[in-house]
């Protein structure tokens, strides 16, 4: 088991915290119970933990990249508290309009955390509650974790997601990912 080989891609809202629906203020940040110890659970098993999420707010004018910056500085601020160290947090800063590389489904933020961290992507898990988490994986070669959290259910009612598991919560998940 190489360490470095290996890391979990976890979308942050929906999975991580709650969906806020554009968060735009740490205040608003809640992370969903449970979390904190499924997250040391992963990191001691030896992966890397590394957050990748759309943030179209940017895009749009509502939030911005200070402002993420800052929110994403007292995230990593309150898991470090709690014994987590997350490894990168990767955001998309565009406009669905934009078609850019890095918006998810697109593969942009795998392929960064794969040259950064030299990870092989078939031995890498996506974590998320969205559609675009899924086919994010699917796309980049990664297993996938659908959990119920967030848009969980919606996502799980739609046919065209195949994931390779299914959790309610990422606290079940890391049972399954610490079998792989
Ligand atoms: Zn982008």
Same mark, same amino acid.
Request: charged share 25%.
């Given at each position: 088991m190489k360490k470095e080989k290996k890391a979990v891609f976890l979308d942050r809202?929906?999975?991580?915290? *709650?969906?806020?629906?554009?968060?735009?203020? =740490? !205040?608003?940040i809640q992370i969903y119970k449970g979390v904190i110890p499924a997250l040391k659970k992963i990191k001691k098993a030896g992966w890397r933990i590394i957050i990748g999420t759309n943030q179209s707010a940017i895009g749009r004018g509502i939030l911005s990249v200070v402002m993420l910056q800052k929110i994403h500085k007292i995230l990593i601020g309150i898991l470090k508290k709690n014994g987590v160290q997350i490894d990168e947090i990767f955001f998309c800063p565009h406009?669905? *309009?934009?078609?850019?590389?890095?918006?998810? =489904? !697109?593969l942009g933020m795998l392929l960064k955390g794969a040259k950064k961290y030299q990870l092989d992507l078939k031995k890498c898990i996506v974590v998320g509650d969205n559609k675009c988490d899924i086919l994010w994986g699917k796309n980049g070669g990664t297993k996938t974790i659908l959990v119920l959290t967030g848009k969980g259910r919606k996502t799980l009612a739609d046919s065209k997601v195949k994931p390779d598991h299914i959790s309610s919560t990422l606290k079940t998940a890391a049972k399954w990912i610490l079998e792989q």
């Amino acid at each position: 088991m190489k360490k470095e080989k290996k890391a979990v891609f976890l979308d942050r809202d929906g999975t991580l915290i *709650k969906d806020a629906h554009y968060l735009n203020h =740490p !205040n608003q940040i809640q992370i969903y119970k449970g979390v904190i110890p499924a997250l040391k659970k992963i990191k001691k098993a030896g992966w890397r933990i590394i957050i990748g999420t759309n943030q179209s707010a940017i895009g749009r004018g509502i939030l911005s990249v200070v402002m993420l910056q800052k929110i994403h500085k007292i995230l990593i601020g309150i898991l470090k508290k709690n014994g987590v160290q997350i490894d990168e947090i990767f955001f998309c800063p565009h406009h669905p *309009k934009e078609n850019c590389s890095c918006r998810k =489904p !697109n593969l942009g933020m795998l392929l960064k955390g794969a040259k950064k961290y030299q990870l092989d992507l078939k031995k890498c898990i996506v974590v998320g509650d969205n559609k675009c988490d899924i086919l994010w994986g699917k796309n980049g070669g990664t297993k996938t974790i659908l959990v119920l959290t967030g848009k969980g259910r919606k996502t799980l009612a739609d046919s065209k997601v195949k994931p390779d598991h299914i959790s309610s919560t990422l606290k079940t998940a890391a049972k399954w990912i610490l079998e792989q």
